[in-house]
Structure formats: structure tokens, C-alpha cells
């Protein structure tokens, strides 16, 4: 959510600040700007509330010079989506960009409003610019100890870079609880949410840890911790190439990452199966490893499409290790009075690893006596994965699209190994753990021929992407799958979809079901198909349009349609079967005109409450 990208250098900045900033476009936003210090040391700003684009040809259009500065996508918390609340705000002489939450804003802005300071904007962004001019006027402090000063009277999560009309030589970054992530050049450094934006400019990174304060000039960066002493940190040199964040042949970035999954599963398996088909993390030691084996129970935290996979996972927990577990939204969870159970092991999953909700459940349960914490997660520096006593990385790579696909699979995936690599801790189901892991070797060839079927695919999305309801149904571990092709449907073309287990159909959803009701039914040929088809029986007697995925016909109807799925065996099925719903969201979107990769209201990272 939001986007930040600083630069202080000795070249014109203007057209980095551009193209860095709609590289960040994929966060969500729905406004932008930039401000920059010019050769007279003025601040240049320039606002407008839509798409990079826009910004673009009104910052052309007045051939501004500056050499040290910031752009900024917003997305709307405090205030309307307007120009005057579009970052960079101004104060005199202070200027910043600011991502998170300022959570006493409101008593902050009376208090500066009783000093005689004048809002022009709604947000909790321009009571931050009014408090560092206040502080600095009180004292004169320099730009460091006004930043040290005033961050103590703000409360929540948020990171901030703050630039001095009368000192055009630094920035300030400040890290407190959302990401900030340095990048060093030659003569010149940066400063971004994420290091996707500054990749054309350099393979070097400083990542800021918690309560962190930077002071970036063009040739020195000072770092400093959170009680003001001076610090080093590690820089990391990115393996991430410039062309893995680009479309390629693809439309969108959300179809590149569905076709990239085959690719991304096996990467997320490599060096982690040995010959005697069992699983080798060697992320975990020997000690972490043990308290898998003293684990009674497990509970899991997660948002959205890994809240998804986590309720998958509970089933493989439950009858393949034989432990208890547990799946609760991390929103919910940190909301509510806890009972721990005994012997409990803690996990998170989450793609970005800067999930505000999931980030304060991991914090909340250091409190409460779990044996450990885990987190499974797609971002290695990322502030879950710093947090949390161990971790296991999806490999997925970097994902672009709003509306997650092949992290997805890819948590299912390490789910589905880590409940693997247990049973054969415990000594417990070894031949079932060895057809497991043989079946995750074929699972990439499988995800392959359903791309084949594409266009059946396509077809299918034409003769739904008018319709204003969808229903989906599966049984067992295949109703999580449901939950999250309902969700797909919903985030990119905002058509309303619900997922409910098959047999729950006869308990209210069946009142729904007429002909112009679309249902699509996750019906592999398992263990539980008789009860799937009895549920098909009741909607097709109801003349609802279904649509059943299998990889067995059932006997077809005049309002039944077959999509065939390749076979593969009923605990690796729902990481198959999600595919072809994915592809089902992406071309109603499609034929629809929406935004894919952008879908409206929604950011890629959540990082605010």
C-alpha cells in the first residue's frame, strides 16, 4: 500500500523519479506526486489524484530540474481521494512522504492547529510535516535530531522520508514498522518501498530494520537504531533480474504469474527432496526441527489467499500428521481474548512478509507461550521473516499482480512438504509421505496440461462475465479452493461470488439456484465424489448452469458443462485445482475491461490495520 521512491544524486532526478514510481504502481494507489529542491532551493511540487501517467505529462509539461527529492503513490486512509491530500506534503520548509498510519493524528492536528499551523489536507501525513517544522523551529535542531524528536510523539506503524528546502544535500528515512529499503549507487543513493522500483539503478541494498533512522546523502549513508546509536547494516546484493519484473509476452502481470507457476513449484522443491523421497528444509535446524515433534497443535494466521491455504493445510495436518490445527484470520485474531492450547506451534503465511494484521498476531503470540513460531513467506527480508524464530521461503519470486496466484501454490506446496517432512519426523504414514512426494514431482507437468485447455477456459469465462453472482462449491480441502476462486472472481472483475462446502448447499444456498445462477463445482473423482454428485443432482434439478471441473465425466445434462482436469492424487488436488479457477477469473476480467493487475480499492501489500 502506497509507494515511496527518494533520490539524492548529481544528476536530474526527474525522469528516475517517474519511471521508478510506476514500477511501484502494482502496490495499489490512487494518487501521486513528487516534489523536488531546484537550483534555487525552492520546493517544486506537483499532485494529481490518477495513474502515473497522469503525473507524468503534467511534470513534463514543466521541464523541472532537481537533484535531490521524492515521488509517492497514495492510497486513500485519512481523507478522500483529492489533490490536496496527495502527497508530498509541505510545512514552510519541510516536505515528506509517509506510508502507514499515524494512529493520534487527530490530537496531534488540534494540538498544531493551536500553534497557529494551517491544514490544507485531511491526512495524518501533513500533521507530520506541521511537527517536524514545529520542532525544528522551537530549537533550531538540525534535520536528524528534528526527525529523532518528533517521531517520538507519533504512534503507529508507518515509514516516512523527509526532505529540508535549507539543506538540499540529504534525506531522512525513517523506518517504524513498514518497509523502507536503501540503495546504493555510484555518487548517488535512493530510497524505495521496495526494492522492485530502484532494480534499473542498482543490485545494492540496504534494508532498514525497525525503529531505524537513515540519513542518505549522495555519497554516505548513516544509519541509525532506534536509540540513536550508530549502526552498519548488511548491504545485500540482489539476484532479482529487471526482466523477471516485466510482462514479457504476457497482457498482465496476473497471467505472466499463473503460467509462471509450473516454474515457480519446482523452484520452491528444488534441493528440498532427497533420493529416499523424503524432504530436507535446511532452513530449520535440528532443534526447530524437535519441536515438530512435541507440537500437540498447531495454529496457523494468515490473510486472504493464505488464509485460503492455511484452511487447506488444516486438513493435511489433521489426517496426515495427526495434530490438531487450527486457522484463524490474523485480524481476528489479534482482536479477541486467546486460550492457548497446550504444546501449540505458531505459523504465519503471508507473500509480502509486511502484512500489518499478521505481523501484530506474530507479536501478540511471543507473548502467550507457544513452543515456537514459523513463518512461511515469499520475501526474505521482509519483517516477518526477521521476526519470526524460523522460516521457510515459497521461491515463488517476485509477484506483481494484486490478486495472488503463484504464491498461492506455491504456500500449498511448502504446506504440503513441512506436514511431509513431520510424518517422517513422527514415524508416522511413510509410504503415504513417499507417494506425496512423488506426486509433487509430477504436480508442474499437470499444472502444464491444464494450460492446454485455455481456450475451453476462455469459453467458459464468456459465458460468465455477465452474470452479476457466482457460485462455488467443494468438498473437503477442495472447499478452501472454492473460497479462493470465489475470491479471484471477486478482487478483478467485481462480479459478487460466495464458495460454500457442497454439502452445506441443502442449509441456504440452494434457495439461489435458478437458471441464471452459474455454479462452478471442484469435483475430483476422490473419496468423497458420490456425495459431490448428489449436490450436482440437486442444482441441475433446480435448472442452476453448472460447471464441474473433474478429472472423471459425470453423467452430463443439458445444463452441465465438463471442464477435464488431469488426474492427480486426492491430497495434491487442490493445489492442481485452483489453476483452472484462476484462469477463470483472469479472462471474465478480461472480457470484462478491468484493471487486472490493479484492481480498484485493493493494494498487493497490506500494511495498515
Known amino acids: 500500500m502506497c509507494g515511496i521512491v527518494a533520490a539524492v544524486t548529481k544528476r536530474n532526478i526527474i525522469n528516475f523519479l517517474l519511471q521508478s514510481i510506476k514500477k511501484l504502481e502494482y502496490r495499489g494507489y ?28 503534467k511534470v513534463k509539461k514543466k521541464k523541472l530540474f532537481g537533484n535531490i527529492g521524492f515521488a509517492h503513490t497514495r492510497w486513500a486512509t485519512h481523507g478522500k481521494i483529492s489533490k490536496e491530500n496527495t502527497h508530498p506534503h509541505i510545512s514552510s520548509n519541510i516536505v515528506v512522504v509517509h506510508n502507514g498510519i499515524i494512529e493520534n493524528s487527530s490530537k496531534l492536528r488540534i494540538l498544531l492547529e493551536k500553534k497557529g499551523y494551517t491544514f490544507n489536507s485531511d491526512t495524518d501525513t501533513e500533521v ?25 510523539q507519533l504512534n503507529g506503524n508507518y515509514s516516512m522520508v523527509v526532505m529540508d528546502a535549507k539543506n538540499a544535500s540529504k534525506l531522512i528515512a525513517v523506518r517504524s514498522g513498514s518497509p523502507l529499503v536503501i540503495g546504493l549507487g555510484i555518487k548517488e543513493n535512493f530510497i524505495a518501498s521496495d526494492q522492485i522500483a530502484l532494480l534499473s539503478s542498482t543490485k545494492r541494498f540496504i534494508y532498514l530494520e525497525e525503529g531505524d533512522i537513515a540519513i542518505v546523502k549522495a555519497k554516505k549513508v548513516n ?12 548491504e545485500i546484493k540482489s539476484n532479482v533480474k529487471y526482466k523477471s519484473v516485466s510482462k514479457g509476452k504476457y497482457k498482465h502481470y496476473m497471467e505472466k504469474e499463473i503460467y509462471e507457476q509450473p516454474l515457480s513449484i519446482q523452484k520452491t522443491l528444488n534441493n528440498r527432496i532427497k533420493e529416499d523421497k523424503t524432504i530436507h ?11 515438530f515433534l512435541k507440537a500437540e497443535h498447531i495454529q496457523i494466521v494468515a490473510c486472504g489467499t493464505s488464509y485460503h491455504a492455511a484452511l487447506v493445510s488444516k486438513y493435511w495436518f489433521e489426517s496426515l500428521a495427526d495434530i490438531p490445527c487450527d486457522v484463524e484470520i490474523a485480524s481476528e485474531f489479534s482482536s479477541r481474548k486467546l486460550a492457548i492450547r497446550k504444546n501449540s506451534f505458531f505459523i504465519t503465511l503471508s507473500q509480502s512478509g509486511e502484512t500489518a494484521d499478521t505481523l501484530e498476531a506474530l507479536r501478540i503470540s511471543k507473548k502467550l507461550g507457544y513452543l515456537g513460531n514459523l513463518t512461511i513467506c515469499n520475501m526474505k527480508g521482509s519483517s516477518l ?25 506455491a504456500q500449498l506446496t511448502v ?3 513441512l506436514i511431509t517432512k513431520i510424518m517422517h519426523l513422527k514415524r508416522k504414514n511413510i509410504m503415504i509421505a513417499k507417494k506425496i512426494v512423488k506426486s509433487l514431482h509430477y504436480l508442474p507437468s499437470k499444472i502444464k496440461k491444464i494450460f492446454k485447455k485455455n481456450t475451453l477456459i476462455e469459453k467458459v469465462a464468456n459465458n460468465l462475465y455477465r452474470k452479476k453472482n457466482i457460485l462455488f462449491l467443494g468438498r473437503g480441502s477442495q472447499y478452501p479452493i472454492a473460497l479462493e476462486g470465489a475470491l479471484k472472481v471477486k478482487e478483478i472483475s467485481y462480479i459478487h461470488a460466495e464458495a460454500y462446502p457442497s454439502g452445506e448447499l441443502k442449509h441456504g444456498p440452494l434457495a439461489l439456484i435458478d437458471k441464471n445462477m452459474p455454479v462452478i463445482i471442484i469435483a475430483p473423482n476422490d473419496s468423497l465424489i458420490e456425495k459431490t454428485k448428489k449436490s450436482i443432482q440437486e442444482i441441475s434439478a433446480r435448472e442452476g448452469k453448472i460447471y464441474v ?8 445434462e443439458n445444463n452441465i458443462n465438463f ?5 492427480i492424487e486426492e491430497i495434491i488436488a487442490p493445489i492442481l485445482y485452483i489453476v483452472p479457477l484462476q484462469l477463470f477469473s483472469y479472462y471474465i476480467a478480461l472480457k470484462k475491461g478491468k484493471n487486472i493487475d490493479q484492481p480498484r480499492n485493493l493494494a498487493k501489500s497490506v500494511t495498515v490495520e
Open 281 to 291: 528444509f535446511s532452513e530449520l535446524s535440528p532443534k526447530e526441527e524437535n519441536l
Open 30 to 57: 490512487d494518487s501521486s506526486g513528487l516534489a523536488v529542491i531546484n537550483k534555487n532551493s525552492d520546493i517544486v511540487r506537483i499532485r494529481c489524484v490518477g495513474k502515473v501517467n497522469v503525473l507524468s505529462k
Open 223 to 234: 544509519i541509525f537504531n532506534k536509540d540513536g546509536v550508530i549502526i552498519e547494516r548488511d
Open 385 to 409: 521473516v526477521k521476526e519470526s524464530d524460523c522460516c521457510l521461503s515459497t521461491e515463488a519470486g517476485i509477484e506483481i499482480g494484486v490478486a495472488s496466484t503463484k504464491s498461492f501454490t
Open 128 to 152: 507530520i510535516a506541521h511537527l517536524l517544522h514545529l520542532e525544528q523551529s522551537k530549537k533550531g535542531l538540525s534535520l536528524l535530531k528534528t526527525v529523532q524528536k518528533s517521531i517520538l
Open 549 to 556: 471441473l473433474s478429472d472423471k465425466e459425470v453423467n452430463l
Open 415 to 417: 504446506l504440503l512438504m
Open 563 to 567: 471442464i477435464k482436469i488431469p488426474y
